[in-house]
Nanobody, 122 residues
Framework: QVTLVESGGGLVQAGGSLRLSCAASGSIFSIDAMGWFRQAPGKQRELVAGIKTDGRTNYADSVKGRFTISRDNAENTLYLQMNSLKPEDTAVYYC????????????????WGQGTQVTVSS
């Protein structure tokens, strides 16, 4: 059974930074694609960033240049470094994992974490 546990969320002022972590267990982490979704109240879920097994990354236009996704296959951990945070980044952030990158893009990843709240104050 795959388990994803996010951490690192919290309250930060606009312009600040946070680093989210996602600890994965129960699978061969290195062969799966990974990603971060977010969902704000009253808004649709959004794919913020994704990383394939070969290290290639994708970002939503809204976070390009501010967020960086990375993975440590030796530690089975996914990261999201978030800089220059804005109030509109406020959301619950979810870590996802799937062997199939297309399922991540479609929002139907096989495995999801429980989410971590990020709140950016103005």
């Amino acid at each position: 059974q795959v388990t994803l546990v996010e951490s690192g969320g919290g309250l930060v002022q606009a312009g600040g930074s946070l680093r989210l972590s996602c600890a994965a267990s129960g699978s061969i982490f290195s062969i799966d694609a990974m990603g971060w979704f977010r969902q704000a109240p009253g808004k649709q879920r959004e794919l913020v960033a994704g990383i394939k097994t070969d290290g290639r990354t994708n970002y939503a236009d809204s976070v390009k240049g501010r967020f960086t996704i990375s993975r440590d296959n030796a530690e089975n951990t996914l990261y999201l470094q978030m800089n220059s945070l804005k109030p509109e980044d406020t959301a619950v952030y979810y870590c996802v994992q799937d062997p199939n990158w297309a399922r991540i893009v479609l929002g139907s990843a096989r495995y999801w974490g429980q989410g971590t709240q990020v709140t950016v104050s103005s």
